[in-house]
């Protein structure tokens, strides 16, 4: 029985595996694939945080929508950070995202935390807790940008 158990948990970790190893064909295309979930996360999150800094009025039902779409696609770029995936393709990542691979995880984990509590927040449709947590989810953001992104 214990042996059906570790067959069953090691094929159940290789088909969660196969996906994201799958998903990528060649290094480029992963580096793509998080910059274009890149550029969809910061273009609602800007909606989001336009309306936190007072440049666009406040509208609970949108922010939470835009809150929605983050949190869904916030783990994704995550996963295209894979071997060869450091140079081309106009990827704007340091070399500090794999010397440093523990600190971009901590990094990436304090972005995802961040963006939980926004979850959480957008659902209040309270202004006060959006806003609060727009600014601490840029923030997190920005300490990734500054020491794992070039620009």
């Avoid at 214990?2 to 969660?16: E, I």
């Avoid at 010397?99 to 939980?116: E, H, L, N």
Wanted: proline share 3%; net charge positive; charged share 20%.
């Amino acid at each position: 029985m214990k042996k059906m158990s570790l067959a069953a948990a090691a094929v159940a970790g290789l088909v969660t595996a196969l996906p994201a190893a799958a998903q990528f064909q060649k290094p480029g295309d992963a580096i793509e694939y998080r910059q274009s979930a890149f550029t969809l996360i910061a273009s609602h999150f800007g909606r989001v945080a336009a309306m936190a800094q007072g440049k666009a009025p406040f509208d609970a039902k949108v922010a939470a929508e835009n809150i929605a779409i983050v949190s869904t696609l916030a783990k994704l770029p995550l996963t295209a950070f894979g071997p060869g995936t450091d140079k081309g393709h106009g990827t704007e990542a340091k070399a500090a995202v794999w010397s440093d691979a523990a600190g971009f995880k901590a990094a990436a984990d304090k972005y995802v935390a961040a963006i939980d509590k926004l979850d959480a927040a957008g659902k209040t449709g309270d202004f006060a807790q959006i806003k609060a947590a727009v600014g601490e989810t840029g923030g997190s953001c920005k300490g990734c940008h500054d020491k794992f992104k070039e620009k």
